[in-house]
């Protein structure tokens, strides 16, 4: 094990690191709207199901708000242990956001503290759901500063370079890069379909077990409105980065499409392989859609790859992350709209197995899809850890014992994840909501919690 590269080995460490935390990061961000938008239909509509789908998620939610502590602390650890030429170079760059981050994330769960506690305190429920806005806040804030520092790894801007390295630093430009305002966008809305699509694949799964089927089908309504709703805003963010792509990394896109040389009315391709040449063989080809995607015009000239030195080019594997994403995306716009088109037509039951299964499979697909947008983000951007000026061969630590961390880190997500699995299965399993339906709200007619 001391032989490994360490630059190969800080890579796998962080990747496996942040492929662990985002699970949380996701839940930690997107959770708190699903829970403030379910406790105000129930006190608005006097429905106890609503409040008891909010009080459940935010049950629920305490677990993986722990253990996304545990898997920050290690973010923040690993960036001095593994890149510590980047962190000498631009960690004051970056010092604003990430302080601001931990911030924003003690503000998160000091309310998630005080909303736990009164439940049931307040005459009036509106106050208490009030306090479900701070959460809210604090985790779509976190989520804002930690993207602006990968937005300033891809577009780094707001200093200048002197002898000693950065100089003349202003933290509000180099936050407010060109990157921030897509990604941001496209964290957020995809934060949330996410959610809605995991607590749409939970009560899809408890009807199918035919457990509680109002409390489930209103939880399955609620959710899958939602999966629809922000489906459509990821895709907007899609689109929206996509011309970000375009401008300001030609090269991120082109891989993305395996688009070699510059053309206009550029063909957007789908799956498929490289052959010896490097030709895609085997693609779905949408005529003139990588153009209009990059600049609402078919005719809109798309930089390729020959444009860049071949040391400077991303992997050309991050084309199945970019369409495996898009594919899961587009599943779960058109899975939530079919569920709520069948909704309203009486002849069809949209409760039926069949969709039912989809729904199931729509929640881990959605967090894969979260995955591999991650991935393909991280890889597009290689070989630079900021962009144009610092490539993380130059970055990585020259530590022999990096190896000996990746087994004692991997030990560590493998022992909060099991922890984390069962606790929650306890939670809930020990604590079936027919009973708490029965025990919370016993004037429910019996027809009402089957």
């Given at each position: 094990?001391?032989?490994?590269?360490?630059?190969?080995?800080?890579?796998?460490?962080?990747?496996?690191?942040?492929?662990?935390?985002?699970?949380?990061?996701?839940?930690?961000?997107?959770?708190?709207?699903?829970?403030?938008?379910?406790?105000?239909?129930?006190?608005?509509?006097?429905?106890?199901h609503y409040i008891m789908l909010a009080r459940r998620w935010a049950r629920g939610f305490v677990i993986p708000v722990?253990?996304?502590?545990?898997?920050?602390?290690?973010?923040?650890?690993?960036?001095?242990?593994l890149w510590p030429e980047f962190m000498q170079a631009g960690g004051h760059v970056i010092s604003l956001p990430l302080f601001m981050e931990v911030f924003a994330f003690f503000f998160e769960a000091i309310f998630l503290g005080i909303y736990m506690y009164t439940w049931d305190r307040f005459k009036n429920q509106m106050m208490h759901w009030w306090l479900s806005l701070p959460i809210i806040i604090g985790g779509a804030l976190s989520a804002f500063f930690i993207t602006t520092v990968n937005a300033f790894m891809n577009t780094p801007e707001g200093f200048k370079m002197g002898s000693d390295g950065f100089e003349a630093i202003n933290p509000l430009e180099t936050m407010f890069n060109p990157a921030t305002p897509t990604k941001v966008f496209h964290v957020l809305a995809s934060a949330y379909l996410t959610v809605a699509a995991i607590l749409a694949?939970?009560?899809?799964?408890?009807?199918?077990?035919?457990?509680?089927?109002t409390y489930h089908k209103k939880a399955l309504k609620l959710t899958?409105?939602?999966?629809?709703?922000?489906?459509?805003?990821?895709?907007?963010?899609?689109?929206?980065?996509?011309?970000?792509?375009?401008?300001?990394q030609p090269?991120?896109?082109?891989?993305?499409?395996?688009?070699?040389?510059?053309?206009?009315?550029?063909d957007l391709i789908l799956f498929g392989w490289l052959n010896e040449d490097n030709e895609p063989e085997g693609v779905i080809r949408f005529p003139g859609?990588?153009?209009?995607?990059?600049?609402?015009?078919?005719?809109?000239?798309?930089?390729?790859?020959?444009?860049?030195?071949?040391?400077?080019?991303?992997?050309?594997?991050?084309?199945?992350?970019?369409?495996?994403?898009?594919?899961?995306?587009?599943?779960?716009?058109?899975?939530?709209?079919?569920?709520?088109?069948?909704?309203?037509?009486?002849?069809?039951?949209?409760?039926?197995?069949?969709?039912?299964?989809?729904?199931?499979?729509?929640g881990p697909l959605a967090m894969l899809a979260i995955e591999f947008g991650w991935i393909y983000a991280e890889e597009g951007?290689?070989?630079?850890?900021?962009?144009?000026?610092?490539?993380?061969?130059d970055a990585a630590t020259t530590s022999p014992y990096v190896g000996w961390m990746f087994v004692l880190f991997l030990l560590l997500y493998i022992g909060l994840g099991v922890f984390g699995a069962v606790v929650l299965r306890k939670v809930f399993k020990n604590n079936p909501v027919e009973e708490e339906l029965e025990k919370k709200y016993p004037t429910i007619e019996k027809g009402d919690q089957s």
């Open positions: 094990m001391m032989d490994l590269d360490p630059v190969l080995m800080s890579r796998l460490l962080t990747t496996i690191t942040l492929v662990f935390h985002i699970i949380f990061a996701t839940l930690g961000v997107g959770v708190p709207l699903m829970i403030s938008i379910a406790e105000f239909i129930g006190i608005k509509k006097k429905d106890p722990a253990i996304g502590v545990v898997t920050g602390t290690a973010i923040g650890l690993q960036l001095s242990l694949a939970i009560a899809a799964f408890g009807l199918l077990r035919k457990k509680t089927k899958v409105t939602l999966t629809f709703i922000f489906a459509i805003f990821t895709a907007i963010a899609g689109d929206l980065s996509a011309k970000f792509l375009a401008e300001y090269e991120k896109l082109a891989a993305a499409e395996w688009h070699f040389e510059t053309e206009k009315n550029a859609l990588l153009s209009f995607l990059a600049f609402n015009d078919f005719n809109g000239e798309v930089i390729g790859l020959e444009e860049f030195p071949e040391e400077e080019r991303p992997p050309l594997w991050i084309h199945y992350m970019f369409d495996l994403m898009v594919v899961i995306g587009f599943f779960l716009l058109g899975i939530s709209f079919l569920y709520l088109l069948l909704s309203k037509l009486k002849r069809w039951n949209e409760n039926n197995k069949w969709m039912l299964w989809m729904l199931v499979l729509s951007r290689q070989p630079w850890i900021l962009r144009g000026y610092m490539t993380v061969e």
